[in-house]
């Protein structure tokens, strides 16, 4: 059944606004359960049925999931919204005011627009992406840490005489924690992981980051959607009264992701395979190397999804 309501909701810790069309103003609930049911059964009343209603809901902090969970329970299909959409489309219009009304508003705007993603989280996904988001956060502590530590050992090699052990201590700490993480992480989407860890470069870190941000890659029809979810898609870069400067990345995607791509698509061109003849043909056509790399990256999302989307290993193609 085609959609006929779409609704935007703006959520908030204590609260949210929905916006059911746009001539009514949105309306105000407490962001618990009691205000979600309280939300549901209004739609039920507007007629607005799980068969033709689909809910636009911006991802602001852990805020916006109970809703999310709550209504997909009940039914309703649920898009998940990037805040930079929603901000663009904000900036663009003539009054540039921010309340949570006119934002439920420009949410309900841009999901007509086809703009977001299913709301696809499990229990088990949730628990994976915090997993993953921990060991990035604790691997970024442990290359500050290694800095302090190098520097300090230079310092004691100055005066010859010792400064502190805490630096060393910590950055050991944080490099048994990260361990722990690495063998919680294998024990979900085994499969999936064995899968995508035959694509040359691809590591048990970046296999468990794609199951746990993306939980289920058929919520991308196409590979183009995928790269956009990233942040890979090209942006044009306006300059004066040009609009055909030079291509740029949007970067407005899940940034976890692209940095961990990036890391395996640099350790994937070291070794002979398909990325790195492809990067070498770019760096030997006169393209510089980031954007040669770069365009790997791209060529990188595109092995992931089919092998991802086909359940089939990476093979080298045949020449």
Known sequence: MPVKHFIGVDVSKADFYACFNEADIPKQYPNTQAGINHLIRALKQKGCTPNDTKIGVESTGPYYYRLSFQCRDNGYSVNIINPLITSGHTKATVRKTKTDKKDASVIRHVLTQGHGYPFVETKETLILKNLVRTRFYI????????????????????????????????????????????????????????????????????????????TNIARFPTHKQFTAFLGLDPRTHQSGVSINGKGYITKRGNAILRT???????????????????????????????????????????????VWRKQTPYSEPSS
């Open 139 to 214: 691997s970024k502590m442990k290359r500050n840490i290694q800095s302090r530590v190098a520097d300090i050992i230079y310092k004691e090699q100055i005066i010859d005489s010792d400064i502190t052990c805490m630096n060393r201590s910590v950055f050991a700490e944080l490099t048994q924690k990260i361990k722990e993480l690495d063998k919680e992480l294998r024990q979900y989407g085994k499969q999936d992981q064995r899968l995508l860890q035959t694509i040359p470069g691809l590591g048990p870190t970046t296999s468990a980051a794609l199951i746990a941000e993306i």
């Open 260 to 306: 961990l791509i990036y890391n395996c698509t640099s350790v994937a061109i070291q070794r002979p395979n398909m990325f790195q003849d492809y990067y070498q043909d770019k760096v030997s056509k006169g393209k510089p190397k980031m954007v040669s790399l770069v365009a790997t990256m791209h060529k990188m999302t595109r092995v992931i999804y089919a």
